[in-house]
């Protein structure tokens, strides 16, 4: 009978390890909650975990987030959504440091800078349509003229007027983000269309890296 129980009890241990591998290694799995990422993510209310359920859920592919520590891939990059770990300063913080899900606007050397809402990546205007086709999102804040450290990102929620980000904590460290969101995998339909679907960069972000690099040509 004690060599059944202590089969058991290593089953249980060998699959524990395994799922910590995969997780914390490979690839994981993030809920959506609140509204600070809509129209382009949707996150769920109430009870965390109702909310979790109600919510977009998107896959994380955690070798990334290693390979990218070590130096083996780019760093990330303007307009991909991250998931973040809170700064412990944050005015936000309740509790625990919670993770976050947010968008890179500004990269290591940016200089970020924010007039009434309008974003400016090193001078130049961010076009801001992929989160509004109305500004109703877009909110009213200013940020004054801020160049991020060499490991430091500029983050923002899609929907200005209902996150907490970067306006408020400033710039967060590189080691602080705990990977990329690549893709939504569930739910499997949203009003009656299939739903998951691949996480790219907005054109916005092209299109200003662009300019950028044109006008260092030009210099």
């Known amino acids: 009978m004690d060599n059944i129980w202590v089969k058991e009890i290593i089953s ?8 910590f591998i995969i997780i914390t290694f490979v690839f994981t799995t993030v809920g959506v909650m609140g509204s600070s990422m809509q129209p382009n993510l949707v996150g769920g209310s109430g009870p965390t975990l109702v909310a979790t359920l109600k919510g977009d859920r998107f896959f994380v592919p955690k070798y990334e987030t290693w390979l990218r ?8 990059k303007r307009g991909e959504i991250v998931v973040v770990r809170e700064k412990p300063d944050s005015p936000f913080r309740q509790g625990r440091r919670a993770l976050v899900v947010k968008r890179v606007i500004g990269v290591p050397g940016d200089t970020v800078a924010i007039t009434a809402g309008q974003v400016f990546i090193n001078g130049q205007a961010l076009d801001q349509s992929f989160i509004t086709d109305g500004g109703v999102n877009l909110g009213s804040s200013s940020y004054g003229a ?3 450290g060499p490991k430091e ?3 923002m929620g899609d929907n200005r007027t209902r996150s907490g980000d970067s306006r408020h904590y400033g710039a967060v460290p590189f080691i602080s983000i705990t990977g990329r969101a690549a893709a939504v995998i569930s739910p499997p339909f949203r009003q009656g ?3 998951p679907h691949v996480l790219k960069r907005p054109q916005a972000f092209q299109d200003l890296e662009q300019k950028l690099s044109e006008s260092i040509g030009s210099n």
């Open 193 to 195: 269309e299939w739903y």
């Open 12 to 19: 249980y241990a060998k699959a524990f390890v395994i799922a």
């Open 146 to 148: 801020t160049t991020l």
């Open 69 to 76: 520590r070590m130096g083996v891939m780019q760093p990330y």
């Open 153 to 155: 990102y500029f983050i």
